[in-house]
């Protein structure tokens, strides 16, 4: 069974109005809850009406004012028989927020109560057509205790409240937009908040306000900030205009998720709210800038045109991650902006489209639309966009943008919908674009190039194939924009000149292979090129063969895309670590890496370089990002050591180089979040790791300094990082340390035992179950879980996949324990193990049996049954 794409119906019944009265009680909440419901046109005639619930009791049920034969259970309320005529359907049920751990539906968070709908809690809190086609217009009347919950909040503008007897009172809100359920949220707490307005470019004013727990405000501001930029911006950039009287945003601290979009009133795990010099990192002010566009960007990327359903999530995700990612590229670095989004696309992306996990970025079934939130419908979803861009040009990808929110601004869309705009704002036939949405995997494209000197001719030979897929085994070309460039012996960038059909595309740089091969030749080259390909990561493809060393030096120095840059100082330190690991095994001795050493070392003494760049040019590919390349037999203890000894022989090569970058960076005075500053630390704290990989006795001596004097968590916590690595009595004093500093902030608690748990060390599997037993830890949150045994998963391969198994049944443990109280969390962490088939033998065993173990268990959830079933395919 699942659902299936194809077996999409329009809703035989439409809602057109919703009129919920909600008194809240901590373990008694009553709904009342007034459809105003009539046959869709569209429906088929004499349908049966069923809505869907999930856990409810039925209190009560009247049609027009009169009871009514109906057929209830916890999933369902189905009415054999229904009028003709529009009518009334008022419905009663009660829930018990305090007992809803599943963090979906109703639920408490620390004292407040909040809700999370998307995808399919509403159902958690009344019976209701719970499908994001069926639109209606809401009003939430919210009533609780004064004292308890003086704040209620709700979506849309709040037209009335008052107080009630009994200590009681009510807030009245209506949103005058049609929504589907997913998109309803309340609040109701004890909170503080800040304020600001918002003068949208038409002239309406907008009152803006973030709601945290009381003492939290100060910590509010760069969220506030990051706000007003994000509306002003899609102002700009896109035409798109605020619409409500009020925009409210919520930090809770137990959230499944990053944040949720819910109209005017985004919902947000607490995370990418709060941030302060003094407890949050760099990283996390990007996360909260981030995530406070992308749910201001739902607003019409989401909200005003919603999914038709579940299939077209990336309808909303990939366009709205898109959306969120050029706002950070025009308030900070563009190319920094890139990387850091590609170097997540192949972590998280990449592996999910390599194994048994693999779906479509539109997939045609699920059993569980949870767990369809994927890097894929995200982060892929987002790479279609860009490559879409890329390919008719900013100018019509304007117009088909614009045509899209013209003509489907309150409806619930589909990608085919989303495609028409641009076919018709570009004069271009998508449909073979379109397969971008319809095939899983990463396709890979190798390219001869073949240089003849005499007739100054360059020939290049693209070809493209994609891996078999679950359920896909053949796949179809895919259109793949690839921008490339030519770099010269002295490295100029060569024009580029050629007698193709098509050559304006290939002239300015961008060559289209639409099928499965294509042989594209350059005139005029004087010298012996070396070709950048993929610049900007052009598409989420992967390439071969690997370039030579030489050429990547030269790309290295010379390539004026930043991109390619960087690109080439992975691509070198692959090729070193793949030549460490064939010397481990007997083969020849690995090549000498001097020449890519120095070439680091210049762009470390280059005061002119950008130092965020700099900074991602000596962060090496993780252990996660080699085993993906070696991608079959993966043996995490041998990747380690090679890495290490590359850090190693790095640290020892550059230590001079890199103690006169740190020197030349000292932090000015005061903290600014800015991406400039923000650079500067990150070379400065990359520098140091490599100074300790080199010298741990010298870089620990660093560390240990930084980590005292620190003004802000950035330098404070990279010192811990370092020094993390070192064992000893001053690593464990440094972690006592900073608990007693920061033992009262949840969110740096996190910190604090997610660096614990990815100790790269064999006593680190006994520490995590340690720290599971600590007073902080509780599986009831979801951060501290993912802080701990989500670190520890994700981010300690040698340990995860230790050869005893201790690793993998730490998981199992754990998500089975999880999993009858936070299924959505547990099959998360289940995931862990997608990449299990690319393992060596013994431990995909091993991996192999825990998934076979976890699926045997009884009463598993629909969530976590249906990621062991996959896993295991
Ligand atoms: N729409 C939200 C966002 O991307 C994600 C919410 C997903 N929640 C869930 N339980 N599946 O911003
Ligand atoms: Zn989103």
């Known amino acids: 069974q699942g659902i299936r794409l194809a077996d999409y119906r329009p809703p035989d019944f439409l809602i057109d109005s919703v009129d919920l009265d909600i008194s809240l009680h901590r373990s008694k909440t009553r709904v009342v809850s007034r459809l105003a419901i009539r046959r869709n046109p569209k429906g088929r005639p004499g349908a049966e009406l069923t809505l869907d619930g999930d856990g409810l009791v039925l209190r009560r049920l009247l049609l027009d004012g009169a009871s009514v034969a109906a057929e209830a259970t916890p999933d369902a309320l189905t009415l054999h028989a229904t009028p003709d005529a529009p009518f009334v359907l008022e419905i009663e049920t009660e829930v018990d927020p305090a007992a809803n751990t599943q963090l979906s539906g109703l639920y408490r968070s620390g004292s407040a109560y909040c809700t999370q709908c998307e995808a399919e809690g509403f159902r958690r809190i009344t019976y209701f057509l719970d499908r994001p086609d069926v639109l209606s217009v809401f009003t939430t009347r919210i009533e609780a205790d004064v004292a308890e919950a003086p704040v209620l909040l709700g979506n849309g503008n709040r037209i009335d409240a008052g107080a009630l007897e009994g200590g009681r009172h009510f807030a009245l809100w209506r949103d005058p937009f049609p929504k589907?359920?997913?998109?309803?949220?309340?609040?109701?707490?004890?909170?503080?908040?800040?304020?600001?307005?918002?003068?949208?470019?038409?002239?309406?004013?907008?009152?803006?306000?973030?709601?945290?727990?009381?003492?939290?405000?100060?910590?509010?501001?760069?969220?506030?900030?990051?706000?007003?930029?994000?509306?002003?911006?899609?102002?700009?950039?896109?035409?798109?205009?605020?619409?409500?009287?009020?925009?409210?945003?919520?930090?809770?601290?137990?959230?499944?998720?990053?944040?949720?979009?819910?109209?005017?009133?985004?919902?947000?795990?607490?995370?990418?709210?709060?941030?302060?010099?003094?407890?949050?990192?760099?990283?996390?002010?990007?996360?909260?800038?981030?995530?406070?566009?992308?749910?201001?960007?739902?607003?019409?990327?989401?909200?005003?045109?919603?999914?038709?359903?579940?299939?077209?999530?990336?309808?909303?995700?990939?366009?709205?991650?898109?959306?969120?990612?050029?706002?950070?590229?025009?308030?900070?670095?563009?190319?920094?902006?890139?990387?850091?989004?590609?170097?997540?696309?192949?972590?998280?992306?990449?592996?999910?489209?390599?194994?048994?996990?693999?779906?479509?970025?539109?997939?045609?079934?699920?059993?569980?639309?949870?767990?369809?939130?994927?890097?894929?419908?995200?982060?892929?979803?987002?790479?279609?966009?860009?490559?879409?861009?890329?390919?008719?040009?900013?100018?019509?990808?304007?117009?088909?943008?614009?045509?899209?929110?013209?003509?489907?601004?309150?409806?619930?869309?589909?990608?085919?919908?989303?495609?028409?705009?641009?076919?018709?704002?570009?004069?271009?036939?998508?449909?073979?674009?379109?397969?971008?949405?319809?095939?899983?995997?990463?396709?890979?494209?190798?390219?001869?190039?073949?240089?003849?000197?005499?007739?100054?001719?360059?020939?290049?030979?693209?070809?493209?194939?994609?891996?078999?897929?679950?359920?896909?085994?053949?796949?179809?070309?895919?259109?793949?924009?690839?921008?490339?460039?030519?770099?010269?012996?002295?490295?100029?960038?060569?024009?580029?000149?050629?007698?193709?059909?098509?050559?304006?595309?290939?002239?300015?740089?961008?060559?289209?292979?639409?099928?499965?091969?294509?042989?594209?030749?350059?005139?005029?080259?004087?010298?012996?090129?070396?070709?950048?390909?993929?610049?900007?990561?052009?598409?989420?493809v992967r390439l071969a063969p690997p370039q030579a060393a030489e050429d990547l030096q030269r790309l290295l120095a010379h390539d004026s895309d930043p991109f390619n840059r960087w690109q080439a100082a992975q691509s070198l330190a692959l090729r070193s670590i793949f030549a460490r690991i064939e010397a481990a095994r007997g083969g020849p001795a690995a090549e000498a890496d001097g020449p890519f050493f120095d070439a680091l070392g210049r762009l470390v003494e280059a005061p002119e370089r950008d130092p965020s760049l700099v900074a991602q040019a000596l962060s090496l590919p993780s252990d996660i990002d080699i085993a993906r390349e070696i991608g079959r037999d993966v043996d995490p203890d041998v990747i380690f050591s090679a890495r290490s000894g590359l850090r190693r022989d790095l640290g020892r090569r550059l230590s001079a180089a890199l103690a006169d970058a740190r020197a030349r960076l000292v932090p000015a005075e005061g903290f600014s979040p800015d991406a400039g500053s923000a650079g500067r630390r990150a070379l400065r704290n990359a520098a140091l790791d490599l100074i300790a990989a080199g010298d741990p006795g010298q870089g620990g001596a660093l560390a240990e300094r930084q980590f005292g004097e620190a003004t802000n968590m950035t330098d404070r916590l990279a010192a811990l990082s370092t020094l993390s690595l070192l064992p000893g009595e001053a690593r464990e004093a440094a972690f006592e340390a900073f608990y007693a500093r920061y033992a009262g902030d949840h969110l740096v608690l996190d910190k604090w035992f997610a660096l614990q748990s990815t100790i790269p060390e064999a006593e680190t599997t006994k520490r995590v179950a340690q720290l599971m037993e600590h007073k902080d830890f509780s599986l009831a949150n979801p951060n501290r879980v993912r802080a701990v045994v989500g670190a520890f998963a994700n981010g300690n391969p040698t340990r995860f996949h230790a050869l005893d198994g201790s690793g993998y049944d730490l998981l199992a443990s754990v998500v089975l324990e999880l999993d009858p109280k936070n299924p959505q969390l547990a099959a998360r962490l289940l995931s862990a193990l997608r990449s299990w088939r690319s393992l060596e033998e013994r431990r995909r065993k091993l991996a192999e049996a825990t998934l076979r173990r976890v699926l045997a268990a009884p009463a598993l959830s629909a969530d976590v049954s249906d990621i062991a079933t996959r896993a295991l395919g």
């Open 180 to 540: 589907p359920s997913y998109l309803f949220a309340l609040v109701g707490g004890d909170l503080s908040h800040i304020s600001e307005r918002f003068a949208t470019r038409s002239g309406r004013m907008v009152d803006l306000a973030i709601y945290v727990e009381h003492g939290k405000e100060k910590y509010a501001s760069y969220a506030m900030d990051s706000l007003i930029r994000s509306m002003r911006w899609d102002e700009e950039v896109f035409g798109r205009e605020y619409d409500l009287d009020v925009f409210n945003i919520v930090a809770v601290s137990d959230f499944n998720m990053g944040a949720m979009e819910n109209k005017g009133l985004n919902i947000f795990n607490d995370k990418y709210v709060l941030a302060s010099p003094e407890t949050a990192t760099d990283g996390d002010y990007a996360g909260v800038e981030s995530v406070i566009a992308h749910e201001y960007f739902h607003n019409w990327t989401g909200n005003r045109i919603t999914c038709r359903d579940w299939f077209q999530l990336c309808l909303k995700e990939g366009l709205t991650v898109f959306r969120d990612q050029e706002f950070s590229a025009d308030q900070r670095s563009r190319a920094v902006k890139r990387i850091s989004d590609v170097r997540g696309l192949r972590l998280q992306q990449f592996p999910e489209d390599a194994g048994p996990l693999a779906h479509s970025v539109r997939p045609n079934i699920y059993h569980e639309i949870n767990n369809f939130y994927t890097a894929t419908v995200y982060e892929k979803g987002a790479e279609i966009i860009r490559m879409l861009k890329t390919l008719i040009g900013a100018d019509d990808f304007a117009k088909g943008m614009t045509l899209y929110f013209d003509r489907f601004d309150g409806t619930a869309a589909t990608i085919e919908d989303f495609l028409s705009c641009f076919a018709e704002a570009s004069g271009r036939d998508l449909s073979q674009f379109s397969l971008w949405y319809e095939q899983a995997g990463t396709p890979l494209v190798t390219v001869e190039s073949d240089y003849d000197a005499a007739a100054k001719r360059l020939t290049l030979s693209f070809e493209q194939s994609t891996p078999a897929t679950p359920g896909q085994s053949e796949k179809k070309p895919f259109v793949i924009p690839l921008a490339l460039g030519l770099i010269g012996e002295n490295g100029d960038e060569i024009p580029l000149v050629s007698r193709e059909a098509g050559a304006q595309e290939c002239e300015r740089g961008l060559i289209e292979l639409t099928t499965q091969k294509r042989v594209v030749a350059f005139e005029n080259v004087g010298s012996h090129p070396v070709v950048s390909l993929l610049r900007g990561f052009s598409a989420p």
